[in-house]
């Protein structure tokens, strides 16, 4: 398996499911848009409000994954990758990932306090196409 198809097939995807769990061991599934950022297969960066849901429970527990999908005519194509999500507060994370229209969410700007960076890094990950399924390793 190529991990550069993968990759490619992960930055063309306008949409990302991130995966955290409750305080109860469920998982719970939100659709996000895309990475702010992505660092090779290791690393994506997305925003959101500090005071979310979300992030109290990556705080309390920082398993996590994402899902990137795309379902053609006949063709589905998926990438799960688990690892470890972060929730950064730092202003030089903030900085690197925000942009102008931000403002519409974050009313305070780049640094409002309820604006914050969700940090996922990679460990291993499931693709599947063409009704195969194939499972990697990260390399960090």
Excluded at 9 to 14: C, M, T, V
Excluded at 80 to 102: A, S
Aim: with cysteine; hydrophobic share 35%; proline share 3%.
């Amino acid at each position: 398996m190529d991990i550069n198809i993968i990759e490619n097939f992960i930055r063309k995807q306008n949409v990302a499911f991130i995966c955290s769990v409750d305080e109860e061991g469920f998982p719970n599934v939100k659709a996000m848009l895309k990475p702010r950022k992505i660092d090779g297969m290791q690393r994506f960066y997305f925003s959101t409000n500090t005071s979310s849901m979300r992030v109290k429970q990556y705080r309390n527990n920082p398993n996590a994954c994402i899902y990137f999908y795309h379902k053609g005519l006949i063709k589905y194509v998926g990438v799960m990758l688990k690892g470890k999500m972060e929730v950064l507060t730092d202003q030089e994370t903030k900085d690197m990932i925000w942009r102008k229209g931000d403002t519409v969410f974050y009313k305070g700007g780049v640094t409002d306090p309820d604006y914050c960076v969700l940090k996922f890094t990679a460990e291993s990950g499931r693709y599947y196409c063409d009704l195969k399924t194939e499972s990697f390793l990260i390399d960090q």
